[in-house]
């Protein structure tokens, strides 16, 4: 076939990708988004042209050793239960786009670790996109039979290649900004070239087994008996077991950390689905792709030329059986291979290169004037720039390193790059001291090593033809061969440079870690990525962030990026969420956090980090500040606690000091009133003997007069001393220090006692008193008190009846139950207003002159007093007709609280 | 899905992660073949094998 035909199909191929993801895209952009078949097919990204191609010259030079790219992922699938979950997880919460991102990330956020991850990834990727070209370049060459490559820049067909791929890769990587958006036409064509590049290696496989061959065994039989099976039959030394382990942890570490497998498995990942069939159905896709490498392989050897490259003998099998169809078919599955890789590597670097090398460092001051279109496009153009970029520099590394260098060591400098990830990582992703001053040295330190073991040496020999490193070692020293310097002989220079390049960088990751501590941020996301699990409680709340923001300066940037409607769309969102009022000025670290999350999706992480930190103003925290604010919330809340507390104690003490206060003011009133009344009372008998003595004192009065005078003033001392003695008795009850001396007499006999002891007086007075007595008036009661009580209602009722007209009337019922006596007097009454007070101390009349002649106030409050000792009542009323009724109730039998 | 279940997977990388690396992996040097397969690719491709069934049967039973 001539390379114009052949450049005619691959033109057709590329076109028709493009239309399937055209259409795709058009039609069915939901459906293949979700499907977990795309998924699955997409991870298979993983074999790329240096497995279709290079698997077979490894198998043809090395034996069993080609399937150590395969066994690393093959025991990592089932692990992704826990760990991909757990990166997923985290990555589809803070929109993670790379793997740069999410290293970056877990070391707070750490602008110049994302730009050294990503320095890292371009390096190591270029020669594994480098690769693809020149697998494509050389099949194209044996399909075509052409020779005239490399001579001229516009005459290498691997240039026009390279150029045709990155184009593709270009406009398809990159029709959205959103670098998390899934691209749905461009992976359901990498899942087509899966597809074809499987059906194909599957047909060439059986092609040379059973038609170029009588099946397997025939294959076997044959090259049993004429080339060295040797190295097919197993391990036969430690050294070979080492080289063979160390390749399976690189091949295991690579299916996490290759930026094209981390796009894949993470940042394409759309459902649980996904998960689902990807841990089953992708060994199921390297297990078919590896069946018949050997039979290939042997085939291979035993009928082509021994200068033949293994590495293409698919291509020359066909060939050499005259099927020039069936070899353009291998190159199309190569050339699938090599398409897919190319276009998921270079979008992932470019997106990780854009996001953390040349819009945080470059242009970022740019951004905030434009619209979002013009942002949008302006990143978009970025991203197509890098990766024509990244593919003509991988076609200049291939076109300098054009020789004898077989795919396989080629595509293992991207592998023992890419492992200094790992630590990192890894570590980091289950260790929350690991810190970005750790991670950045360790992966310095590593990528050195790998540089002076493996790269150095692979430059000298493959670009300048330079053989003295790798066959005498540095400086002629036997120590520093690549391959000896683990001081064991038989281990390659592979396994050489992974270990002292992974020991180093594990090494200073761990030491700086544990001896220098990480700042906030870091120690805040590595406990964020440590304990995932509780994710969802971290996110948001627990981002400490001391700073001043405005809803409006934030607003507008998202809408510069996101366009106003989506822009107002999230940040309503927002806000019924978490409930803040429109109103709200300033923003939370909960907005800040969130809207940075919604940049990161279309600027990366660090673009993001520094925009918002641009508008918010934010202070820079120390490690001091904000164990201050943990501290000042934890004390804050304490305190909070305890002075609720108090302020309940206290309102119920307010409470009760407000009643006692009333009590006191109604008691300080009484008081008042009673020392008011006392010294009334104190001062009437004072003057009146003061000036009767005044009187007295005069020498010219005459007798009568005299002893007139004298009379009063033996009245008033009677009364003074009756008044004192009535406020020291009232005083005693009150406090309840006067104990009652209780008899058996009946109160019948009490009660004819005091009536005789006032009708003297009566009769004098001219006032008849009435009784109608009932006997045997049984009740344990005082004499004494009780005769006071009886004698001070009585003389009571004399004082306000008339003289000679006045009628006393004295019942004493003896009921069932009570004893009711009942003292009626036709005297003035008691002032209706004044009914309720009567008993209580010193109560007066206000119409005093009228109704009250003589009097302490003190009676009735010593009467009332003494009968509730007794457990009776005392009531007064008027009568039917005019004066008072005074009525005490006493329960016979009833012990009173006194007894 | 069940922690339990997960664990499952996880036995099950460990056990792959012993079988394919030394001294282990040291055993499948037999001299036989089987259809054209020596020894070797036999126990790999067994195991390998297996792996997927038993990753196929747990997914589908416990994953939800």
Not at chain 1, 110 to 115: C, D, I, P, Y
Not at chain 1, 851 to 867: D, E, M, N
Not at chain 2, 12 to 22: C, E, Q, T, V
């Amino acid at each position: 076939m001539t390379k114009y035909a052949l450049t005619i199909l691959i033109l057709l191929y590329l076109g028709m990708l493009f239309l399937i993801a055209y259409y795709v895209e058009k039609k069915y952009k939901k459906a293949a988004s979700s499907s977990p078949l795309v998924y699955v097919l997409g991870l298979a990204t993983y074999c790329s042209a240096w497995t279709y191609y290079g698997s077979i010259g490894m198998a043809t030079t090395q034996g069993i050793n080609f399937l150590t790219i395969y066994i690393g992922p093959v025991i990592a699938v089932p692990l992704w239960i826990v760990t991909l979950r757990k990166i997923i997880s985290i990555s589809k919460s803070n929109n993670i786009s790379s793997i740069a991102d999410f290293i970056a990330l877990r070391y707070g956020n750490s602008r110049s670790l994302g730009l050294l991850i990503t320095s890292i990834c371009t390096i190591a990727i270029i020669p594994y996109i480098s690769l693809q070209l020149k697998a494509v370049s050389e099949s194209f060459a044996l399909v075509s039979n052409d020779n005239t490559s490399g001579e001229h820049l516009f005459q290498d067909s691997a240039f026009y290649l390279s150029l045709v791929i990155g184009m593709f890769t270009a406009f398809f990587g990159t029709r959205s900004s959103d670098a998390t958006h899934n691209r749905t036409g461009m992976l359901f064509t990498v899942a087509v070239e899966s597809v074809i590049k499987l059906v194909i290696f599957l047909a060439i496989g059986i092609y040379v087994t059973y038609f170029m061959y009588d099946g397997t065994t025939d294959i076997y039989e044959i090259a049993k008996s004429s080339i060295d099976l040797s190295n097919h039959f197993g391990i036969n030394s430690l050294a070979s077991g080492l080289n063979w382990s160390f390749m399976i942890v690189v091949s295991f570490m690579m299916i996490f950390l290759l930026p094209r497998q981390f796009h894949l498995t993470v940042v394409e990942y759309a459902q649980k689905s996904h998960l689902k069939h990807a841990i089953w159905g992708f060994p199921l896709y390297l297990l078919l792709f590896n069946i018949f490498v050997i039979f290939i392989a042997w085939a291979g050897r035993i009928s082509l030329p021994e200068n033949a490259n293994p590495d293409y003998y698919t291509i020359l099998l066909p060939l050499s059986d005259g099927n020039v169809t069936m070899a353009t078919l291998v190159f199309f599955g190569g050339l699938s291979a090599a398409v897919s890789m190319i276009v998921i590597s270079s979008l992932a670097l470019s997106t990780m290169i854009s996001n953390n090398v040349i819009i945080p460092y470059g242009i970022l001051s740019r951004f905030g004037k434009d619209t979002s279109e013009r942002n949008n496009e302006f990143i978009k153009n970025i991203r197509r720039g890098v990766i024509l970029l990244l593919v003509l520099m991988a076609y200049t590394l291939f076109v300098s390193i054009r020789n004898d260098q077989s795919l396989f060591s080629l595509g293992l400098i991207s592998f023992i790059i890419v492992a200094q990830l790992a630590p990192s990582f890894f570590i980091g992703m289950y260790w929350n001291r690991g810190t970005s001053l750790g991670a950045k040295v360790g992966i310095v330190g590593g990528y050195l090593v790998t540089v002076f073991t493996y790269i150095v040496p692979f430059i000298y020999s493959s670009v300048f033809n330079n053989n003295s490193i790798m066959e005498q070692g540095y400086f002629g020293w036997d120590i520093l061969r690549p391959d000896n310097m683990l001081a064991v002989s038989d281990i390659t220079a592979t396994t050489t440079t992974f270990f002292w390049s992974i020991f180093v960088n594990t090494g200073l990751y761990l030491t700086l870690s544990v001896m220098v501590k990480g700042n906030y941020r870091e120690r805040n996301y590595g406990e964020i990525y440590v304990n995932s699990g509780d994710y969802d409680a971290l996110q948001e709340s627990a981002y400490i962030w001391q700073g001043e923001a405005y809803f409006k300066d934030i607003s507008e940037l998202l809408i510069r990026f996101l366009g106003e409607e989506k822009a107002k769309k999230r940040i309503d969102h927002f806000r019924t969420k978490y409930n803040i009022h429109p109103d709200e000025k300033l923003a939370d670290a909960r907005f800040v956090n969130y809207s940075e999350k919604l940049l990161s999706s279309i600027l990366g992480n660090v673009s993001a980090k520094k925009l918002i930190a641009n508008v918010v103003n934010e202070k820079p925290l120390s490690l001091v500040d904000v164990l201050d604010v943990l501290e000042e919330n934890k004390i804050a809340i304490a305190t909070n606690k305890k002075l609720k507390k108090k302020s309940k104690e206290l309102e119920e003490l307010t409470d009760r000091l407000t009643e006692a206060n009333i009590k006191l003011q109604e008691l300080d009133r009484k008081k008042d009133t009673f020392l008011n009344t006392v010294a009334h009372e104190l001062k009437t008998p004072v003057t009146s003997i003061g000036i009767s003595s005044d009187v007295l004192l005069d020498e010219d009065m005459p007798q009568e007069l005299r002893s007139r005078f004298l009379k009063n003033i033996q009245t008033d001392t009677d009364r003074l001393s009756s008044l004192i003695g009535n406020i020291l008795d009232l005083e005693k009850l009150a406090s309840g220090r006067e104990k009652l001396n209780l008899s058996h007499l009946s109160l019948d006999h009490t009660l004819k006692k005091a009536i005789e002891g006032i009708r003297i007086i009566a009769q004098k007075k001219g006032i008849n008193i009435q009784e109608e007595i009932d006997d045997n008036l049984h009740f344990k009661h005082d004499y004494t008190k009780f005769y006071q009580v009886f004698t001070n209602i009585l003389s009571n009722a004399l004082k306000f009846v008339k003289d000679n007209e006045g009628k006393i009337t004295i019942r004493a019922k003896n009921l069932d139950n009570d004893i009711v006596i009942e003292f009626i007097d036709n005297g003035v009454g008691v002032d209706p207003v004044d009914l309720p007070f009567i008993f209580d101390k010193f109560y007066q009349s206000k119409n005093q002159d009228l109704k009250k002649p003589i009097g302490s106030g003190f009676g009735l409050a010593i009467v009332k007093t003494i009968v509730e000792m007794h457990g009776g009542q005392i009531t007064a009323s008027n009568g039917n007709h005019k004066g008072a009724v005074f009525t005490i109730k006493l329960t016979k039998y009833e012990k009173s609280t006194h007894y | 899905m069940k922690i339990r279940h997960q664990q499952k997977l996880v036995v099950l990388s460990l056990g792959l992660a012993f079988l394919f690396n030394i001294p282990l992996v040291l055993v499948f040097a037999k001299k036989w073949t089987l259809f054209g397969f020596p020894a070797f690719y036999v126990f790999t491709f067994l195991f390998w094998i297996l792996s997927i069934v038993i990753s196929y049967v747990v997914m589908s039973r416990h994953y939800d």
